[in-house]
Each structure stands twice: as structure tokens, then as C-alpha cells.
């Protein structure tokens, strides 16, 4: 790809920051990407080009987070997906195409902002991708206290069944019950949880006025049901500052958390559907709760109460978990 263009006016400047953007989204060129970085430190006319070409990028970042595209901030997946429902994309092609190259970059741990205070960096880390290809089944005794295994209500590892297939490999979690081992407590539950605690401390102890961010997916897939009824997926996180919470305590030891809904599953068992959370770490977090939840929900006139509690579910599906870490920091402007 030649990269370069011989011209000086701004049209072709501009052509030629939209090129090089494209060869850093698309191909994760060095060059393109060192070009790129010289240009806007040492042409004064390439700044506000691509300073207009960005977009108001914070602005298109929360419309994109309103509309649950969260996804588009995690690193590019080198597999091709299932069928997802993307909505306002679809809707909007050349938005779609200008923010494909704005948060490919993102995820390449490149990220430009202007202005007087100095640009801001993004490193994106991936924490893990969890297909349940290998490792233990999940525990199935609430809240886990301990590092790198997942547990909850009661679950099972599964291959293809009920016209439902792994996204990838042969094996996915199937979510039973909406409790677990032991559970003591009289709250009627709705939902049933897979939970995973995630040491973030490499992260936040040495953000050093910076910002931690974590996100986190999943997808979600159901056997056909009956129309009478409707089934959620969601993804959450709680940012603690130690271990030890319960399923009774864990929102209020929380620092802080977020999550993310997919509403209403579809009875495709074709399509899996994508749930996001994001959350920014405050200080003194050192772990995070990850839990990705199937609930079921009164629809139309059917109230709360007479739905069964604890909740079985017939057939409903969790798989290709992904969390990753975004480290913002703020360097201060250089002048040539």
C-alpha cells in the first residue's frame, strides 16, 4: 500500500491521515502507525485535520455506550463471529465505517487527544477469553473466594444440544437454577449466576492519576420457549477492595458496579446474542466480580410473584466470556 501522496494541499492531507488510520485499523501496520505518529507531531496543519476528523470522539463514545456497542472497544477478534443483532450500525453505515477506524485504533493501544493539556494514551489488555474448552466445571456454591475459577447457581459444562451449538470448541456453560449449594437466604431470586474474580491490583496501583477501565462480554443463547415467557442476559461487575463478600453482601461491599443487559433472548438457538458492561475502577479497588446472568422476567400481565422461585431453566446457554482492561494516562504536551 503506498501510503504516501504527493500533493500538499489539505484534501490530500486529509486523504492521506484517513489512509495511514485505515492501514493502523485494518492490517496493525508499525510503519503506518509511526508515520502516523510523525505526521501529527511534526505537521501543524495535520492536527486540526485529524483533530476533525475524530469527531468529537467522546461524543460518539457515549452515544456508542447508550446503544450497547460497547464491544467495539475490545481488540479485534480474529475468529468470525456468530450472529449478533447490531442495531444503530446498521442503521447508520458511514458512522459505522468512521467508528471502525477510530476504535480499531483504540484497541491497538493507540489512542490521540488534543488540546492544551497534553494527549491522552490507552493501553487495552486482554484478561482472558473463556470458551470452557478446558479447566473444572464451575463450583456451584454461591460467591467465589478464590482466584481463576468460576462458580454460582447450579450449572453444567455441555456440548450441542437442544439445537444449540458452542460458539467455538465443543463445550459451553448451561445455566440450571437460579441457587446454589447452601443458599440460606429467603430473597426470592430470579436469575441464574456464573461468577469469576479477577485480580486487577497490577493495574490500579500503579495507575498513578490515570484511569483504570474495565469491560467485559458474553454471549447468551436459549433453547426455543414458550411465548409466554422472557429471558434476559446480563453482564455485571463489582470492584472490591477485598475478598470475602456473599451473595447477601456483595452489592454492598461493592466500591462501585455496573452492568449490562441484553433484553429479551431470542428462541433462535441460531443466533447467540452479546451482552456489555463497562466500569471505571475507583481507588482501592484490587478485585472485581465478573458475574454474567441469565433472569427470567414477568412478561406482559404475569407479575412477579407468580413467577417459581428458585427459577429452573429448561435451556439457556452462556458462552465466549471476555473481559479486558483499559489503562488511560494522560501525558503532558511536548513541543517541537
Same mark, same amino acid.
Given at each position: 500500500?503506498?501510503?504516501?501522496?504527493?500533493?500538499?494541499?489539505?484534501?490530500?492531507?486529509?486523504?492521506? &491521515?484517513?489512509?495511514?488510520?485505515?492501514?493502523? +485499523?485494518?492490517?496493525?501496520?508499525?510503519?503506518? +502507525?509511526?508515520?502516523?505518529?510523525?505526521?501529527?507531531?511534526?505537521?501543524?496543519?495535520?492536527?486540526?485535520?485529524?483533530?476533525?476528523?475524530?469527531?468529537?470522539? $467522546?461524543?460518539?463514545?457515549?452515544?456508542?455506550?447508550?446503544?450497547?456497542?460497547?464491544? &467495539?472497544?475490545?481488540?479485534?477478534?480474529?475468529?468470525?463471529?456468530?450472529?449478533?443483532?447490531?442495531?444503530?450500525? @446498521?442503521?447508520?453505515?458511514?458512522?459505522?465505517?468512521?467508528?471502525?477506524?477510530?476504535?480499531?485504533?483504540?484497541? %491497538?493501544?493507540?489512542?490521540?487527544?488534543?488540546?492544551?493539556? *497534553?494527549?491522552?494514551?490507552?493501553?487495552?489488555?486482554?484478561?482472558?477469553?473463556?470458551?470452557?474448552?478446558?479447566?473444572? @466445571?464451575? =463450583?456451584?456454591?454461591?460467591?467465589?473466594?478464590?482466584? #481463576? $475459577?468460576?462458580? *454460582?447457581?447450579?450449572?453444567?459444562?455441555?456440548?450441542? /444440544?437442544?439445537?444449540?451449538?458452542?460458539?467455538?470448541?465443543?463445550?459451553? @456453560?448451561?445455566?440450571?437454577?437460579?441457587?446454589?449449594?447452601?443458599?440460606?437466604?429467603?430473597?426470592?431470586?430470579?436469575?441464574?449466576?456464573?461468577?469469576?474474580?479477577?485480580?486487577?491490583? %497490577?493495574?490500579?496501583?500503579?495507575?498513578? !492519576?490515570?484511569?483504570?477501565?474495565?469491560?467485559?462480554?458474553?454471549?447468551? #443463547?436459549?433453547?426455543?420457549?414458550?411465548?409466554?415467557?422472557?429471558?434476559?442476559?446480563?453482564?455485571? &461487575?463489582?470492584?472490591? !477492595?477485598?475478598? *470475602?463478600?456473599?451473595?447477601?453482601?456483595?452489592?454492598?461491599?461493592?466500591?462501585?458496579?455496573?452492568?449490562? &443487559?441484553?433484553?429479551?433472548?431470542?428462541?433462535?438457538?441460531?443466533?447467540?446474542?452479546?451482552?456489555?458492561?463497562?466500569?471505571?475502577?475507583?481507588? !482501592?479497588?484490587?478485585?472485581?466480580? =465478573?458475574?454474567?446472568?441469565?433472569?427470567?422476567?414477568?412478561?406482559?400481565?404475569?407479575? /412477579?410473584?407468580?413467577?417459581?422461585?428458585?427459577?429452573?431453566?429448561?435451556?439457556?446457554?452462556?458462552?465466549?466470556?471476555? %473481559?479486558?482492561?483499559?489503562?488511560?494516562?494522560?501525558?503532558? %504536551?511536548?513541543?517541537?
Amino acid at each position: 500500500m503506498n501510503l504516501e501522496d504527493p500533493s500538499s494541499s489539505p484534501r490530500s492531507l486529509e486523504y492521506r &491521515l484517513l489512509r495511514l488510520l485505515l492501514a493502523v +485499523r485494518e492490517t496493525q501496520n508499525p510503519s503506518a +502507525r509511526a508515520e502516523l505518529n510523525m505526521l501529527l507531531r511534526e505537521n501543524a496543519e495535520a492536527r486540526p485535520i485529524m483533530a476533525r476528523l475524530m469527531v468529537d470522539e $467522546q461524543a460518539l463514545i457515549s452515544r456508542l455506550r447508550e446503544d450497547g456497542i460497547v464491544e &467495539l472497544l475490545e481488540p479485534a477478534r480474529t475468529r468470525r463471529a456468530p450472529r449478533i443483532r447490531m442495531r444503530w450500525f @446498521a442503521r447508520r453505515p458511514i458512522m459505522a465505517m468512521s467508528a471502525g477506524i477510530l476504535f480499531g485504533l483504540f484497541g %491497538a493501544s493507540v489512542l490521540f487527544g488534543f488540546g492544551l493539556g *497534553g494527549r491522552r494514551t490507552e493501553k487495552v489488555t486482554s484478561l482472558f477469553v473463556e470458551s470452557f474448552e478446558s479447566g473444572p @466445571a464451575p =463450583l456451584v456454591t454461591g460467591v467465589p473466594q478464590q482466584l #481463576n $475459577q468460576w462458580s *454460582g447457581d447450579f450449572s453444567e459444562l455441555v456440548g450441542e /444440544q437442544q439445537s444449540v451449538k458452542p460458539v467455538q470448541g465443543t463445550k459451553m @456453560a448451561r445455566v440450571l437454577r437460579s441457587d446454589f449449594e447452601g443458599k440460606i437466604s429467603s430473597k426470592r431470586n430470579f436469575q441464574g449466576d456464573l461468577m469469576r474474580v479477577v485480580d486487577v491490583r %497490577a493495574f490500579t496501583r500503579e495507575i498513578n !492519576g490515570g484511569e483504570v477501565i474495565m469491560s467485559a462480554s458474553a454471549l447468551f #443463547n436459549a433453547a426455543p420457549f414458550p411465548d409466554t415467557e422472557r429471558y434476559d442476559g446480563v453482564v455485571t &461487575l463489582y470492584a472490591l !477492595g477485598e475478598l *470475602g463478600s456473599t451473595e447477601k453482601t456483595l452489592l454492598e461491599d461493592s466500591l462501585a458496579h455496573s452492568y449490562g &443487559l441484553r433484553p429479551s433472548l431470542d428462541r433462535d438457538p441460531g443466533t447467540w446474542e452479546q451482552a456489555n458492561s463497562r466500569l471505571q475502577l475507583p481507588a !482501592g479497588t484490587e478485585f472485581v466480580i =465478573l458475574k454474567v446472568s441469565v433472569r427470567r422476567w414477568p412478561k406482559d400481565k404475569e407479575s /412477579q410473584s407468580s413467577l417459581p422461585s428458585p427459577v429452573t431453566f429448561a435451556g439457556h446457554f452462556v458462552d465466549d466470556v471476555r %473481559a479486558s482492561i483499559h489503562v488511560r494516562n494522560k501525558t503532558p %504536551a511536548q513541543r517541537n
